[in-house]
Nanobody, 124 residues
Framework: QVQLVESGGGLVQAGGSLRLSCAGSGRTFSSYTMGWFRRAPGKEREFVAVISWTGGYTRYADSVKGRFTISRDNAKNTVYLQMNSLKPEDTAVYFC?????????????????WGQGTQVTVSS
């Protein structure tokens, strides 16, 4: 498994931007499919975005498509989530997750390692 630590959360006004980072440990980071999930208050954890271990393929939830961009830098063992045009409904704790050589899946059960999460709050 890989150890994951998220950063970059905070408070932002609607329409603003944030970039989340997720740093992974271990020499095999480049073999992990990486996903971002979020859990809003009173709701279950939901899929946000996923990127293949090569970085060549991505997939997004419909609710963030066109506003969020997932990317990765395997040399730095880091995956990013650039969030633009933020809305109050994007308020949640954001988690990154890793699954070794998984397909581009939104299934929570497909991911083996999870970070502790970072809070994103969007004010109206």
């Amino acid at each position: 498994q890989v150890q994951l630590v998220e950063s970059g959360g905070g408070l932002v006004q609607a329409g603003g931007s944030l970039r989340l980072s997720c740093a992974g440990s271990g020499r095999t980071f480049s073999s992990y499919t990486m996903g971002w999930f979020r859990r809003a208050p009173g709701k279950e954890r939901e899929f946000v975005a996923v990127i293949s271990w090569t970085g060549g393929y991505t997939r997004y939830a419909d609710s963030v498509k066109g506003r969020f961009t997932i990317s990765r830098d395997n040399a730095k063992n880091t995956v990013y989530l650039q969030m633009n045009s933020l809305k109050p409904e994007d308020t949640a704790v954001y988690f990154c997750a890793a699954g070794e050589k998984r397909p581009l899946t939104s299934l929570i059960s497909a991911y083996d390692s999870w970070g502790q999460g970072t809070q994103v709050t969007v004010s109206s």
